[in-house]
Nanobody
Framework: QLQLVESGGGLVQPGGSLRLSCVASGFKMDVYLIGWFRQAPGKEFEGVSCISSIEGNTKYADSVTGRFTISRDNAKNTAYLQMDSLKPEDTAVYYC????????????????????WGQGTQVTVSS
């Protein structure tokens, strides 16, 4: 019954913005760290951002820092990824992931650290 569902993807022009949502069911998100990953055709999975379960500390990939913002609303059991100043290179399927980990830190280096994954939402940045 543990499930993550992403939404908010779509087609946007370069320089535009999208806000992705990740709704969790079957578990309390407040004790999980949340990560966002992405995969473009022919590319490996890339860690984008994460937010810790304690204090809500965040990390970002160098490729998105300053443009993307991760957040969480535990009352709504939802995490978000606000994506601004989008570039064609951001085109990918974006996945929300979660793992039970009570910590003030998080990591996006290894996908294997995350136990639960959403199905993904397509983001296409093109003119």
């Amino acid at each position: 019954q543990l499930q993550l569902v992403e939404s908010g993807g779509g087609l946007v022009q370069p320089g535009g913005s999208l806000r992705l949502s990740c709704v969790a069911s079957g578990f309390k998100m407040d004790v999980y760290l949340i990560g966002w990953f992405r995969q473009a055709p022919g590319k490996e999975f890339e860690g984008v951002s994460c937010i810790s379960s304690i204090e809500g500390n965040t990390k970002y990939a160098d490729s998105v820092t300053g443009r993307f913002t991760i957040s969480r609303d535990n009352a709504k059991n939802t995490a978000y990824l606000q994506m601004d100043s989008l570039k064609p290179e951001d085109t990918a399927v974006y996945y929300c992931a979660a793992v039970a980990y009570s910590s003030s830190s998080c990591s996006i280096r290894f996908r294997a650290e995350y136990d639960y994954w959403g199905q993904g939402t397509q983001v296409t940045v093109s003119s």
